[in-house]
């Protein structure tokens, strides 16, 4: 079955960064557009960033632009979001899907904070 495991996520300070992992199975992770999303509380779910299946088209939310980074191995099966210049309205749990698959994972929550 399709399994999708968030990682590193964390207490961090207001401009300090974090790497999120995301393992994916179940599935021909190679073959699918990857995304990450990220939900704050009170808020509806949001795209962060996608990448296309060989790596090669990135598109970012407005709000992560330059701070984010989207990347993916296909030999592992891994999805990962670099994080830089955290802002607390970055707080949120942060999830990976192929979004045109009806999976998603249980997220990894991220705090931004002093």
């Known amino acids: 079955q399709v399994q999708l495991v968030e990682s590193g996520g964390g207490l961090v300070q207001p401009g300090g960064s974090l790497r999120l992992s995301c393992a994916a199975s179940g599935f021909t992770f190679r073959m699918y557009v990857m995304s990450w999303y990220r939900q704050a509380p009170g808020k509806e779910r949001e795209l962060v960033a996608q990448?296309?299946?060989?790596?090669?088209?990135?598109t970012y939310a407005n709000s992560v632009k330059g701070r984010f980074s989207i990347s993916r191995d296909n030999a592992k099966n891994r999805l990962y979001l670099q994080m830089n210049s955290l802002r607390p309205e970055d707080t949120a749990v942060y999830y990976c899907?192929?979004?045109?698959?009806?999976?998603w994972g249980q997220g990894t929550q991220v705090t931004v904070s002093y």
């Open positions: 990448i296309g299946s060989a790596g090669g088209s990135t």
């Open positions: 899907t192929p979004p045109s698959l009806p999976y």
